[in-house]
Nanobody, 126 residues
Framework: QVQLVESGGGLVQAGGSLRLSCVASGRAFSSNAMGWFRQAPGKEREFVGGISWNGISIYYSDSVKGRFTISRDNAKNTVYVQMNSLKPEDTAVYYC???????????????????WGQGTQVTVSS
């Protein structure tokens, strides 16, 4: 059974940093694109960014570009997002996701992903 488990969320003041991790189990994702999404109350799930299977191609939404950094460690079946200069508008539940087809381009929307974590809450206070 495939599982994606996020961790690292919490409460932080504006301007602070958090690092989220997503560990996959049940199968290896070293050949698969992975992504991060977030969903704030009353809003649709939003693409934060994604990373190709080999870590060479990384994409970010305009709202986080320059502040967030996505990386992966295929040996650990783990993907990360380092979030710096956090703003209150970054408050959301953050989800990681994995594409099941190997060696594909990084999807930038939710339908492009097949496996999802349960999410971790990030709250940024002003």
């Amino acid at each position: 059974q495939v599982q994606l488990v996020e961790s690292g969320g919490g409460l932080v003041q504006a301007g602070g940093s958090l690092r989220l991790s997503c560990v996959a189990s049940g199968r290896a994702f070293s050949s698969n694109a992975m992504g991060w999404f977030r969903q704030a109350p009353g809003k649709e799930r939003e693409f934060v960014g994604g990373i190709s299977w080999n870590g060479i191609s990384i994409y970010y939404s305009d709202s986080v570009k320059g502040r967030f950094t996505i990386s992966r460690d295929n040996a650990k079946n783990t993907v990360y997002v380092q979030m710096n200069s956090l703003k209150p508008e970054d408050t959301a539940v953050y989800y990681c996701a994995a594409n099941r087809i190997p060696f594909t381009a990084v999807p930038s929307s939710a339908p492009g992903y097949d496996y999802w974590g349960q999410g971790t809450q990030v709250t940024v206070s002003s």
